[in-house]
């Protein structure tokens, strides 16, 4: 029956090629296709688009029609960005030498170096030289009424070259000294991404505190202030950035905005600012808030993990007369708490692997070896390819007497 089918499928293949094939030899023999082929080699693309309309009326010859026609316009298409790229790079050419022939004077000239600058940039992909018209402008036509524009594309320039310290005074410039331009948004945009470590680092934290400032308490309060708390997360700010993100979480407007927000004060706190027993509390708050939010395992998880490995708090206990201290059983067991949690609710998940086998090692900590047992034994059942599985493994061996 197999045999059958496929000896079918191949068949039927053949059919189906041979049909289309049938098809492409039918539309070569007529003379619209012989005229479209004559005018597409001499160049004339419309003409060859043309002479092959007229196939489209033919129902049996309407779709190897069409897709002659895409081809025809596919090279025309090719053709004239090969034209275009050649009137660019000409075009450059006259435009410099004629501004270097004083061949443009007065407010004309401005203009003309900025067209040229833009055609650099954005045509003939040579951000050096349109660097050079850019600055000519701002230092030879300081009132040239799109001077803005002459600043962010000079900072475009050298954000492409690696510029990036000049690049991010200049996007900061167009901030600070043109507030009503069209590009301010754009600006503040790149301010974000790229100041962190330059000069203009705490000149764009600010220009954002004052977006953030605006918006608060609106619908795009959660986005300003996420925003701001990563540009002061990237400049080492990290108790600015937490009280950022604790206003975004106030004013976030959906919940993946709210859970994003969550997840980076977590990160300030727990990783950044040592923070831990806050940072529990605000996982806390964040699984009461979205109790259904994807990978709430893993906050649950890191949970587990800040109760095991952060928690400082030590318990005293005399051994020979001598003070020793040790971690506190409470927190190891609240733990386990959390990586039970983690286990039932989502025993299918990559951190459920690493929850069972975290329960085997607190239980061997506490000498609770039947538990351990118990945990590396369910770990082999639910995950037995796991990278670990062999380790764990060895581990039963070493306790499987106690």
Same mark, same amino acid.
């Given at each position: ?69 895409? @081809?025809? !316009?596919?090279?025309? $298409? ?5 034209? /275009?790229?050649?009137?660019?790079? #000409? +075009? %450059? ?96 945009? @790149?301010? !974000?991404?790229?100041? $962190? ?5 705490? /000149?764009?934290?600010?220009?954002? #505190? +004052? %977006? ?191």
């Amino acid at each position: 029956m197999r045999k059958n089918l496929l000896t079918l499928i191949c068949y039927t293949g053949f059919i189906f090629s041979s049909y289309n094939y049938g098809f492409a030899q039918a539309i070569q023999g007529t003379p619209q296709y012989q005229s479209a082929m004559q005018a597409l080699a001499q160049g004339n693309y419309q003409e060859a688009f043309d002479a092959m309309t007229p196939l489209i009326q033919n129902g049996r010859l309407r779709g190897a029609a069409m897709v002659e026609m895409g @081809k025809i !316009r596919q090279k025309q $298409a090719e053709a004239e960005m090969s034209y /275009a790229m050649n009137h660019y790079n #000409e +075009a %450059v050419n006259y435009l410099s030498d004629g501004l270097l022939s004083n061949g443009v004077s007065g407010a004309e000239a401005p203009k003309i170096y900025y067209d040229l600058g833009t055609i650099y940039l954005e045509k003939v992909n040579n951000p050096l030289l349109a660097m050079e018209s850019f600055k000519k402008i701002i230092e030879n036509y300081p009132t040239y009424m799109a001077i803005d524009k002459a600043y962010f594309n000079l900072a475009r320039c050298e954000e492409t070259i690696g510029l990036i310290e000049d690049a991010a005074a200049h996007y900061q410039k167009v901030i600070s000294d043109y507030p009503y331009s069209t590009l301010v948004e754009n600006a503040q945009e @790149k301010v !974000r991404k790229i100041s $962190a470590g330059t000069s203009s680092a705490n /000149a764009a934290i600010e220009s954002q #505190e +004052a %977006v953030a400032e605006e918006k608060a308490y609106t619908e795009e309060g959660g986005k300003a202030h996420l925003e701001l708390g990563d540009m002061q997360a990237e400049s080492g700010k990290y108790r600015d950035a937490s009280d950022s993100y604790r206003k975004a979480i106030r004013d976030a407007s959906t919940q993946e905005e709210g859970v994003e927000a969550y997840r980076k004060l977590v990160s300030m706190l727990d990783e950044k600012q040592k923070n831990y027993k806050e940072a529990a509390a605000t996982i806390e708050e964040m699984l009461d808030t979205y109790p259904d939010a994807k990978g709430n395992e893993e906050m649950i998880y890191k949970l587990g993990q800040i109760y095991e490995n952060d928690m400082d708090s030590m318990k005293k206990k005399i051994v020979d007369g001598q003070v020793r201290y040790r971690k506190s059983d409470e927190n190891s067991r609240k733990a386990i708490e959390y990586y039970d949690s983690v286990t039932d609710k989502y025993p299918d998940s990559d951190v459920a692997a690493d929850a069972y086998m975290h329960k085997g090692k607190i239980y061997e900590e506490l000498k609770e070896y039947s538990e351990a047992r118990s945990q590396y034994e369910q770990f082999l059942r639910d995950f037995p390819q796991h990278k670990e599985a062999q380790s764990i493994k060895n581990k039963l061996k070493k306790i499987k007497d106690y």
